[in-house]
């Protein structure tokens, strides 16, 4: 082969990997979208002085606490665990345990240990903490989310599939957020 024609295959394979790498990702977050089993998580108040950083709503779960056991008392900081999850009642999930193992069936997470308390149990880390929003309408998010979080209306609604966790939609007392964020009063915006 000559020169030329090298550089033309390299160049053509360089290409294939930079549009081929973004592909997959995208694919990925769609097929968890797609095929995902839905989980909604009850929201909590969160310290208003750090409620809102660059474009997104920080949320906040009491979900994320896992009582202690006898499985999960050898668990480390930083550890990459499983997180599975059980629905009550009213339809919200939980984590019902956590395993260094997870499964094919869509009930479980990918994530880490935040810390493990000798009194409280095991807090671990959510990937969808963060809901991404316009950076015009995210502060009057922010701000209906301390309110809404408090009389206890806000939830997440979370898609789960082979171990990944998408964000699918927020809500505000029974609206997705941009809907409620439309028909909020003019002076409150």
């Known amino acids: 082969m000559d020169r030329g024609k090298i550089r033309i295959l390299m160049f053509s394979l360089l290409v294939l990997l930079f549009t081929g790498v973004p592909a997959f990702m995208v694919f990925r977050y769609q097929d968890v979208l797609a095929n995902g089993t839905r989980y909604r998580f009850r ?5 208003p002085s ?10 906040r779960f009491s979900q994320q606490e896992v009582e202690h056991s006898d499985t999960n008392s050898d668990f ?22 956590i395993s260094v193992l997870g ?3 869509n009930d479980n997470f990918s994530t880490k240990i935040e810390y493990v308390s000798t009194y409280s149990g095991t807090r671990i ?8 929003m316009n950076e015009k309408t995210a502060p009057m998010a922010e701000k209906a989310y301390r309110h809404e979080a ?18 699918e939609e927020l809500y505000m007392n029974g609206m997705p957020v941009r809907e409620y964020l439309e028909k909020l ?5």
Request: glycine fraction near 6%.
């Open 125 to 132: 880390y959510f990937p969808f903490e963060r809901y991404y």
């Open 150 to 167: 408090r009389i206890d209306s806000v939830y997440l609604d979370v898609r789960v599939y082979h171990g990944k966790a998408v964000t």
């Open 43 to 47: 929201c909590e108040p969160v310290d």
């Open 185 to 189: 009063p003019v002076s409150d915006n």
């Open 50 to 59: 750090d409620a809102f950083r660059g474009k997104y709503v920080q949320l």
């Open 76 to 97: 480390k900081t930083g550890q990459s665990v499983y997180a599975y999850l059980r629905v009550d009642s009213a339809g919200y999930a939980h984590v019902s345990k």
């Open 103 to 105: 499964n094919s069936q």
